[in-house]
């Protein structure tokens, strides 16, 4: 765009798919580009890019704009406090890990993306119960057959893949689901939820096969409205009616929406891809909140990211996925966004 002369650069959340390295390159870029006296707006929820590339803040809720401020002027705190309307935890209150027996494992796992190529190649690694591992990489790297190949929903052409200690390699998503494992799609709407049904009959997708909300395959509306009335409360989500189609909810809502339903259905695996994405610091803390819960009541959480400081913030462990590749699995207590950065462009790969 500026090869072809634009004066004025809209950027969407332009770093989801960029390094860190990459990302304060894309900051320079911009800089060079005011400075020449060109123009930018940059779209983003990380607070640290609005201070770091921005010279002046609009701040957005429900649809209109609640402040304008010099960066220089305010911080993350208060940018956060008027994009939710209170106050936000950006350090959330982590306790140690106490790992119990292992509930996933991966050996050697090959698979193919749609169009017939490697996506995997050679994937090992290991979760226990009370453990969340995180995984870190540029967009497109090898994630979503990752997680595919977690839940039932691609087939692995090589390897083995373990739950709870039994080979459950290439079986069918509804097996991978009364193995115990939930999953927190990327794609929130297209896979997570479905649009045009009510929030009730969302959250009870996945218990609807077993009392208590069906009887010898009846299904009981009345069960069906209370387990949903439990979980609004239980994870404030914000609707005017348990009836209430889904697709009139926010995006932040939608996500409870699906969280609540996988969390009440995990029965040891929570895999979760990219649950914070798009959404404001406000539900970003709830969701994360959320994943360490899970953690703490002795559940092992995979969870796939592209925002390294919320891996850094609630994760254990740290696996940098290159070209469908463990390029190194950190401790996330001692591991930098600087090395992250270098493992996820291929530069550097850290050996056990």
Not at 23 to 43: N, Q, V, Y
Not at 147 to 156: D, F, H, I, N, P
Not at 224 to 243: G, H, V
Not at 272 to 291: F, I, M, W
Request: with cysteine.
């Amino acid at each position: 765009m500026l090869y072809r002369g634009a004066e004025i650069l809209i950027l969407d959340e332009p770093t989801a798919v960029l390094t860190p390295q990459e990302s304060r390159e894309l900051g320079h870029i911009l800089k060079r580009m005011t400075d020449e006296g060109k123009s930018a707006i940059f779209i983003t929820h990380k607070m640290e890019e609005v201070m770091e590339f921005s010279q002046w803040v609009r701040v957005m809720r429900a649809g209109r704009v609640v402040a304008v401020k010099k960066t220089a002027e305010t911080n993350p705190q208060e940018l956060a406090r008027l994009m939710v309307g209170r106050e936000v935890l950006f350090q959330l209150e982590k306790n140690a890990c106490t790992p119990g027996d292992v509930v996933l494992e991966l050996r050697d796992v090959h698979a193919e993306n749609d169009k017939g190529l490697p996506a995997l190649r050679g994937v090992s690694f290991t979760i226990r119960g009370g453990e969340i591992l995180g995984i870190a990489g540029v967009a497109g790297n090898g994630q979503r057959e990752l997680v595919e190949v977690v839940t039932g929903l691609r087939k692995a052409t090589q390897g083995k893949v373990f739950i709870n200690g039994e080979d459950r390699t290439n079986k069918p998503p509804l097996d991978i689901i009364r193995s115990g494992v939930s999953h927190i799609p990327a794609d929130r709407i297209g896979m997570g939820a479905v649009a045009d049904m009510a929030v009730a009959d969302n959250i009870a997708m996945k218990g609807y096969r077993q009392p208590p909300l069906t009887d010898h395959g009846i299904l009981h509306p009345r069960r069906i409205l209370e387990l949903a009335r439990r979980m609004i409360e239980a994870f404030r989500i914000a609707t005017p009616t348990p009836q209430t189609h889904i697709k009139f909810l926010s995006g932040g809502n939608i996500q409870k929406v699906i969280l609540a339903r996988e969390i009440d259905a995990c029965a040891g695996l929570l895999v979760a891809a990219y649950p914070s994405r798009g959404l404001d610091v406000g539900a970003t803390e709830a969701v994360r909140r959320r994943l360490l819960e899970q953690r703490d009541a002795g559940r092992a959480v995979l969870l796939v990211s592209e925002d390294l400081e919320e891996l850094l913030t609630i994760a254990d462990h740290i696996a940098v996925l290159f070209e469908g590749r463990i390029m190194g699995i950190l401790p996330a207590a001692t591991a930098d966004i600087e090395t992250l950065g270098l493992m996820m462009a291929g530069a550097q790969e850290i050996k056990d």
